[in-house]
C-alpha cells in the first residue's frame, strides 16, 4: 500500500503563485503514476497534471497548460504541483493521488489541501 499526504494549500490573489507538494509513504516502488486533481465546490473532481514515477512523462489539463508544473523527486517519494498564474476559477480542493498499473482507476489518495484564489 501506498499513502500519500498533500501539503502546501492556502490563499493568494489573482496572478499569484502555490507550491503543493505530495509525501509518498510505503510501496512506493510499485507505483506507475502519480497525479494532481481538484474538486470545486459543486463541480466533480478533474484531472489536473499527472507523471509517470519512474521515467518522469507529464500530461496536463488544457485549463493548466503553461500556468502548472508537476514534478517528482522519487529519492525523497515527492510530489510537487508549481501553480502560477493563479486564477479565481483554480480555487478548489486540490488532491493527490496515484494508480499501480496503467490506465487503471487511481488506487489511492490524500486528504486534499484547499486553495483559494481572490480576485
Known amino acids: 500500500q501506498v499513502q500519500v499526504v498533500e501539503s502546501g494549500g492556502g490563499s493568494v490573489q489573482a496572478g499569484g503563485s502555490l507550491r503543493l507538494s505530495c509525501a509518498a509513504s510505503g510501496r512506493t516502488f510499485s507505483t506507475y503514476a502519480m497525479g494532481w486533481f481538484r474538486q470545486a465546490s459543486g463541480k466533480e473532481r478533474e484531472s489536473v497534471a499527472a507523471i509517470t514515477w519512474s521515467s518522469g512523462t507529464t500530461g496536463y489539463a488544457d485549463s493548466v497548460k503553461g500556468r502548472f508544473t508537476i514534478s517528482r523527486d522519487t529519492a525523497k517519494n515527492m510530489v510537487y504541483l508549481q501553480m502560477n498564474s493563479l486564477k479565481p476559477e483554480d480555487t478548489a480542493v486540490y488532491y493527490c493521488?496515484?494508480?499501480?498499473?496503467?490506465?487503471?482507476?487511481?488506487?489511492?489518495w490524500g486528504q486534499g489541501t484547499q486553495v483559494t484564489i481572490s480576485s
Open positions: 493521488g496515484g494508480r499501480l498499473r496503467p490506465g487503471s482507476e487511481y488506487d489511492f
